[in-house]
């Protein structure tokens, strides 16, 4: 086990904000959580588990001891009646993985191509896009207890799966007796990602109804698009609305999608008409965060260094790049005056979906 001090982290996060870990450790197995945790110093100090750094904002340097997951491996596990079960370390990049699971004949993950991050952040995001969510394809995973060391399962009930949430973001509850995992009050900071299991379905059914995907199949004249072509369409509509990290600092998608009531929803539209909204199975109303975002004029503003893309409403960027980068401070300062903004004109309070540390 390699502690490293006084760790730049600014290419360690997609949006490229200048920070420093005081101490570091990359993991790579099981036995390296375990090294820190039975580690008469490290042992004892606050940690802050770090993967692709896609969904973060630092506000300061991290005075937490840094766990780096670089746990990696790809594997296609078991078979079942209706699924392939496949499995990924935890620090394996996701968009990779989902490459991968085409490329070996195993379609389902093909709308969350192009995610930013590892395949470890996937479950306590509950990433989605494109009418999937992580949940319909999770299978179970295992991770570290770190505050004893043991390792332990999950199913997707255990994850406690949301949109855009799970078990892994809220702060755990206090232990009934000494060592108690609780499991289902919450995982934040309590347990760290190891690998991930998928089941893929063997009777596979494109997941389609979004305006952008049947924009595709009219220009193209396929009505029954395959995993492959699906896959290709969803990377060519990302990389059209959404600025490539490696080039503009970047944590993806900024703000969660808000939910209200039909009687809420009819109520923008009477002043709106034009509100991008889409109906959810339990009678909800989905409303377009970008949307509103834009319909409020923020396209191009900044704050500092700290920006509102100018293609796509829903995403802040680091307009300083490397040399000058946007502050944590200059983001959220920016994120505030627009969640003001959109409540002050629609009555809608936005909520983050980035990490702020």
């Not at 630092?58 to 209706?82: A, F, M, P, S």
């Not at 935890?90 to 989902?98: I, L, P, R, T």
């Not at 799966?161 to 799970?166: N, Q």
């Not at 600092?249 to 991008?276: H, L, M, W, Y």
């Amino acid at each position: 086990m390699l502690v490293e001090q006084n760790v730049p982290l600014q290419s360690l996060n997609s949006f490229g904000i200048a920070a420093r870990a005081a101490s570091l450790v990359r993991v790579r197995t099981e036995g390296d959580v375990r090294a820190v945790l039975s580690d008469p110093v490290l042992g004892g100090q606050g940690k802050f588990v770090l993967g692709g750094g896609s969904n973060i904002i630092l506000t300061g340097d991290v005075k937490q001891l840094v766990l780096k997951v670089e746990t990696l491996g790809r594997r296609v596990l078991e078979q079942t009646e209706r699924h392939t079960i496949v499995e990924a370390g935890a620090g394996e990049n996701w968009h990779d993985f989902v490459t991968w699971t085409l490329d070996q004949g195993l379609p389902g993950l093909e709308n969350l191509a192009l995610i930013p991050g590892t395949v470890g952040a996937s479950p306590v995001q509950n990433i989605g896009a494109y009418g999937l969510e992580l949940q319909d394809r999770f299978d179970s995973l295992d991770a570290v207890d770190l505050a004893t060391g043991e390792l332990f399962s999950l199913d997707a009930a255990q994850c406690g799966f949301a949109y855009r949430d799970s078990v892994f973001k809220h702060p755990p509850a206090a232990a009934t007796y000494p060592g108690e995992l609780p499991r289902s009050m919450g995982l934040a900071g309590r347990a760290l990602i190891l690998r991930v299991r998928f089941a893929l379905p063997k009777a596979w059914k494109p997941v389609l109804g979004y305006l952008d995907l049947e924009r595709r199949m009219q220009e193209e004249g396929v009505n029954r698009p395959s995993a492959r072509q699906i896959y290709d369409w969803i990377v060519s509509i990302r990389r059209a609305k959404l600025p490539d990290p490696a080039v503009i600092g970047n944590a993806g998608s900024f703000f969660k999608n808000p939910t209200v009531t039909p009687e809420q929803c009819q109520d923008i539209i009477g002043r709106d008409p034009k509100v991008v909204h889409y109906p959810m199975a339990d009678g909800s109303i989905k409303l377009a965060a970008g949307w509103l975002i834009d319909a409020c004029g923020w396209k191009g503003k900044q704050v500092g260094n700290a920006a509102v893309y100018d293609k796509q409403a829903l995403v802040l960027i680091n307009r300083g790049g490397s040399e000058h980068p946007a502050t944590g401070g200059e983001v959220m300062t920016l994120a505030k005056a627009i969640q003001t903004s959109v409540y002050e004109r629609f009555g809608i309070r936005l909520e983050p979906e980035p990490v702020v540390v």
